[in-house]
């Protein structure tokens, strides 16, 4: 019966706002506890607390099970991968660059992108709207092999030759879809203004881009705060993509780590050792995100 | 079509001639023609939905209409060529919901069509930003976003706002109808303050004692089209048309 009601529950949603991947999973309107969410998860779950219990119960049973296994001649589970931590974070530091660049250019273009989709000359808005939807809508891991395969290795520019390294194109494959959500970020923020707002600045002889600029906008950032921030966190967990295209980063190094050890009971403790550093990395913006989220529905 | 020219003086600053106005199929304006003449007040009363609102942002080129003209002094308004940013210096706008922003104070938000419109200096435009909030009689919420202002008080500054770019004609859309009545008044003040002053006014409002005290002209729409007009006097007192005899039956 529980079930039942909540299923009645709607999420309250501006109609204008399309950012389906983007939503909160709590409503600002609706202050019930964290555990009542079943039913109207939307498509991404927030990281919450209960995950770093289940990590850290993954990771006591399996290190237990290694230690068991594992003969008396070897080392310990902690002091290998006490060892190996450094080695590692060095990966991890390497997937926080790629989400940072990523992300920079992403948000760079995905302005651009976003501001295009308003625009009042159809050839730019239409030809916005494709490009956004594209890449909006296509998976990541095969944005990523098409720049890993389409782009050169090198550039040769007037004799100066450009290298063309995998993590850059890595880069580039993650900052696609990155650019198109914010495109729709940006978009979705711009359509949520009240219409009245374009009127008045209009009727006082701005400009459309003075609209755009002065008026419009400088609402919009606060709105588009929250989920900006949110991809930032699912574009951290994506970067581990990046490994499968042979990226040095922290899974393609903890994957070597096992190969040198040649010790398979090792496996669930490093990967869930290197699971916990995510989670304790993404769970601060996202908890912040929801924070801010409150905060905002607030005014408008 | 008959011609309104009962109150036109020698050259009306508005005049709007037999326009037609559609959004798609549904017909709004359906041949409406008015005059006003410099300083007149003109009220627009009917029932919602028989286009008083549209016909007020046609005159100043927020919706483009479909046949026949309008002219503010000598500009013609759907002129394809015409510089609508000229347009909209002289014409004003105030409308129903304030329609502030949002992001800037009480000040900025006068401030702002002057500094990035006008391109005046933005001393003198601060001396007059201060002069329009003691007119609207607001002074000291100089600093205050329109969120922490009532809605009578963001009505004024967005009356204020339209009165820095120092227009010839002020357009008010339902000024009130979204307030508290205790509120109205203070608002209703502020535009009769204006209009003894001279300004040139149309107003789209339900406040009939208000239209009746103020205005020199009064149109009665309905469907689209002028069902009758006249002054205020015999307008209330003696409504010739069944539609407006009911209309003010069912108002008054």
Redesign the interface.
């Given at each position: 019966m529980f079930k039942r009601k909540i299923k009645k529950f709607k999420i309250p949603l501006n109609p204008k706002h399309e950012l389906a991947v983007l939503l909160s999973s709590r409503s600002s309107l609706d202050p019930a506890p964290l555990k009542d969410q079943k039913g109207r998860q939307p498509i991404l779950a927030r990281l919450r607390k209960v995950h770093l219990v289940w990590l850290i119960s993954i990771f006591s049973v399996s290190a237990f099970a290694a230690e068991v296994t594992g003969g008396v001649d070897q080392p310990s589970l902690i002091k290998t991968i006490f060892l190996w931590t450094p080695f590692l974070l060095k990966g991890f530091g390497f997937n926080l660059l790629i989400s940072f660049i990523s992300m920079a250019i992403g948000t760079l273009l995905g302005a651009v992108l976003g501001v295009f989709q308003i625009s009042l000359f159809l050839p730019v808005r239409l030809s916005s709207k494709i490009l956004t939807q594209f890449f909006r809508n296509s998976p990541w891991l095969v944005l990523l092999f098409y720049c890993m395969f389409m782009l050169p290795f090198e550039i040769t520019i007037g004799g100066f030759i450009i290298p063309f390294p995998d993590w850059i194109k890595a880069v580039i494959g993650l900052s696609l879809p990155v650019m198109a959500n914010v495109s729709e970020i940006i978009r979705g923020a711009i359509n949520s203004i009240p219409s009245g707002q374009w009127e008045s600045a209009e009727s006082l002889a701005f400009t459309r881009r003075q609209q755009i600029w002065l008026i419009i906008l400088p609402q919009c950032y606060k709105r588009m705060l929250p989920p900006w921030m949110n991809l930032y966190s699912i574009l951290t967990m994506a970067t581990v993509l990046a490994s499968i295209v042979g990226v040095e980063e922290v899974m393609s190094l903890a994957g070597q780590v096992l190969a040198a050890d040649g010790r398979p009971e090792l496996l669930v403790p490093i990967y869930s050792f290197v699971l916990a550093w995510f989670f304790i990395y993404c769970y601060p913006i996202a908890k912040l995100t929801l924070r801010l989220e409150k905060k905002y529905a607030l005014k408008t | 079509m008959p011609e309104n020219n009962v109150n036109s003086k020698i050259s009306p600053i508005v005049s709007i001639a037999d326009v037609y106005q559609a959004f798609g199929k549904n017909r709004v304006i359906k041949g409406i023609s008015l005059d006003v003449a410099k300083g007149e007040v003109i009220c627009l009363i009917g029932p919602s939905g028989s286009g008083k609102s549209t016909l007020l942002?046609c005159i100043?080129g927020?919706i483009p209409i479909d046949a026949g003209s309008i002219k503010v002094k000598d500009m013609e308004v759907h002129d394809p060529k015409l510089d609508?940013?000229e347009l909209?210096?002289m014409?004003?706008?105030v409308?129903q919901?304030y329609?502030?922003?949002?992001?800037k104070t009480a000040l900025e938000n006068i401030m702002?069509?002057p500094i990035?419109?006008l391109k005046q200096d933005a001393k003198e435009i601060k001396e007059r930003a201060y002069d329009l909030m003691k007119k609207v009689r607001l002074e000291g919420k100089e600093d205050e976003y329109p969120?922490e202002l009532s809605g009578g008080q963001q009505q004024r500054v967005?009356i204020a706002?339209?009165l820095a770019?120092n227009p010839e004609v002020m357009l008010f859309d339902e000024v009130t109808a979204a307030l508290d009545p205790e509120t109205v008044k203070e608002v209703l003040i502020t535009i009769r303050d204006l209009a003894e002053e001279g300004m040139t006014c149309l107003l789209v409002t339900h406040e009939m004692g208000f239209a009746k005290e103020l205005a020199d002209h009064m149109y009665f729409t309905e469907n689209g089209v002028i069902v009758e007009h006249g002054p205020p006097k015999e307008f209330f007192e003696s409504p010739k048309d069944p539609r407006t005899q009911e209309f003010l039956g069912q108002i008054l």
């Open positions: - | 942002r100043n927020l609508k940013l909209r210096k014409v004003g706008m409308f919901q329609n502030l922003f949002p992001h702002m069509a990035h419109v969120g967005a706002r339209s770019m």
